[in-house]
T-cell receptor
Framework: NAGVTQTPKFQVLKTGQSMTLQCAQD?????MSWYRQDPGMGLRLIHY???????DQGEVPNGYNVSRSTTEDFPLRLLSAAPSQTSVYFC??????????????????FGAGTRLSVL | QKEVEQDPGPLSVPEGAIVSLNCTYS??????FMWYRQYSRKGPELLMY????GNKEDGRFTAQVDKSSKYISLFIRDSQPSDSATYLC???????????FGTGTRLQVTL
């Protein structure tokens, strides 16, 4: 079991460039989410998905797109990178299937993160 | 005002000390409370979780929730240098999908 895998680990972009941050999990988790972590701001939710084909916005969705075509993958796209998007990005996943204990939803497993700098 | 407030630290303690980490929150709908530990340049990992009020103990770690005061705590007994990390509290309401995180407290345990 690899858990949650994020690629790349580091990336430097120029303002206006686009890119996709990859996230994959092999735990058959329904719920996946993207966070950004900035000093003094904690983890802020960007987008999340409760299953394949279903996505929704989090707290800070502007400038980011997501899609969920499979259970395993949840890529995050930066459409036109801006310096304000310089951050560490984390992908997380958890169970959320009906019938499982509610408490299981809370055990979110995080990837190792992608450090992004936008110049 | 943020929904979850957490002192960022840093908090420096000698090895063997008892550490107390705290968060306050304003949303009375929060029912699930968690503590994540994050080592430098790593992703957060779940350390403890509790439902509603009360205490939960796991080895050297005790999580405490006081819903009447909207206050949660994590106690670390016999702290070790390996406990040096950032500790994030997180919480959610019963029907919500998302977690709301505190900003994290950086802890350093010195020899």
């Amino acid at each position: 079991n690899a858990g949650v895998t994020q690629t790349p680990k580091f990336q430097v972009l120029k303002t206006g460039q686009s890119m996709t941050l990859q996230c994959a999990q092999d735990m058959n988790h329904e719920y996946m989410s993207w966070y950004r972590q900035d000093p003094g701001m904690g983890l802020r939710l960007i987008h999340y998905s409760v299953g394949a084909g279903i996505t929704d916005q989090g707290e800070v969705p502007n400038g980011y797109n997501v899609s969920r075509s499979t259970t395993e993958d949840f890529p995050l796209r930066l459409l036109s990178a801006a310096p304000s998007q310089t951050s560490v990005y984390f992908c997380a996943s958890s169970y959320s299937a009906p019938g499982r204990a509610e408490i299981a939803k809370n055990i979110q497993y995080f990837g190792a993160g992608t450090r992004l700098s936008v110049l | 005002q943020k929904e979850v407030e957490q002192d960022p630290g840093p908090l420096s303690v000698p090895e063997g000390a008892i550490v107390s980490l705290n968060c306050t929150y304003s949303n009375s709908a929060f029912q699930y409370f968690m503590w994540y530990r994050q080592y430098s340049r790593k992703g957060p990992e779940l350390l403890m979780y509790t439902y509603s009020s009360g205490n939960k103990e796991d080895g050297r770690f005790t999580a405490q929730v006081d819903k009447s005061s909207k206050y949660i705590s994590l106690f670390i007994r016999d702290s070790q240098p390996s406990d040096s990390a950032t500790y994030l509290c997180a919480m959610k309401a019963g029907t919500a999908s998302k977690l709301t995180f505190g900003t994290g407290t950086r802890l350093q345990v010195t020899l």
